[in-house]
């Protein structure tokens, strides 16, 4: 199974393709999208477009089974959460189109997930995934993040699929 993992962004998307077999991970590949806040592209719509094209080739090219994107935190900052929460509204919109399954996830589960400790550094993250999905190289921390929600998603998608076949009250 292919699982797609997406932390969203308006500047940089990061996305990363892992392959899931059993309790097994493999990396696939991993990028980032960038939109540029330039006078090429200064418009909220247009740089919303970039990012839908760039996750519909990511996601034509490695053909997921499921994706899985990051939630929005609140910040101090309401125009930037907005920008991020339009970001986010693609980066679910995009496999949901083709009929992939969609997860979320909030940063601490990924966290806790990955490294175990639900406030984990980035630097802790990037460890971990490393030690999940050797040799991978990261293209961007955002990058390594989507990575991060991909393996966090196969973690959880596998806990549930256990869950499903054993008998009631054996859990």
Same mark, same amino acid.
């Given at each position: 199974?292919?699982?797609?993992?997406?932390?969203?962004?308006?500047?940089?998307?990061?996305?990363?393709?892992?392959?899931?077999?059993?309790?097994?991970?493999?990396?696939?590949?991993?990028?980032?999208?960038?939109?540029?806040?330039?006078? #090429?592209?200064?418009?909220? %719509?247009?740089?919303?477009?970039?990012?839908?094209?760039?996750?519909?080739?990511?996601?034509?090219?490695? =053909?997921?089974?499921?994706?899985? $994107?990051?939630?929005?935190?609140?910040? /101090?900052?309401?125009?930037?959460?907005? /920008?991020?929460?339009? =970001?986010?509204?693609?980066?679910?919109?995009? @496999?949901?189109?083709?009929? *992939?399954? $969609?997860?979320?996830?909030?940063?601490? #589960?990924? /966290?806790?997930? *990955?490294?175990?400790?639900?406030? %984990?550094?980035?630097?802790?993250?990037?460890?971990?995934?490393? $030690?999940?999905? @050797?040799?991978?190289?990261?293209?961007? @921390?955002?990058?390594?993040?989507?990575?991060?929600? #991909?393996?966090?998603?196969?973690?959880?998608?596998?806990?549930?699929?256990?869950?499903?076949?054993?008998? /009631?009250? #054996?859990?």
């Amino acid at each position: 199974m292919r699982v797609l993992g997406i932390d969203p962004g308006l500047r940089n998307t990061g996305w990363g393709v892992i392959f899931v077999d059993g309790p097994r991970l493999r990396h696939i590949a991993n990028g980032v999208i960038k939109t540029a806040a330039d006078s #090429a592209t200064p418009d909220l %719509a247009q740089r919303l477009a970039e990012l839908y094209r760039g996750l519909t080739a990511v996601i034509t090219a490695y =053909a997921p089974d499921l994706a899985a $994107v990051e939630q929005t935190f609140v910040n /101090k900052d309401a125009v930037g959460t907005l /920008k991020l929460g339009q =970001a986010r509204g693609i980066a679910l919109l995009a @496999p949901a189109l083709v009929g *992939v399954p $969609v997860g979320e996830y909030a940063p601490n #589960a990924v /966290k806790k997930t *990955v490294v175990g400790v639900g406030h %984990a550094g980035k630097e802790q993250v990037q460890h971990m995934v490393r $030690v999940q999905l @050797p040799g991978v190289r990261f293209e961007s @921390p955002d990058a390594a993040d989507a990575l991060a929600i #991909a393996i966090c998603h196969a973690h959880h998608m596998q806990g549930r699929a256990l869950r499903e076949v054993l008998p /009631k009250g #054996a859990a």
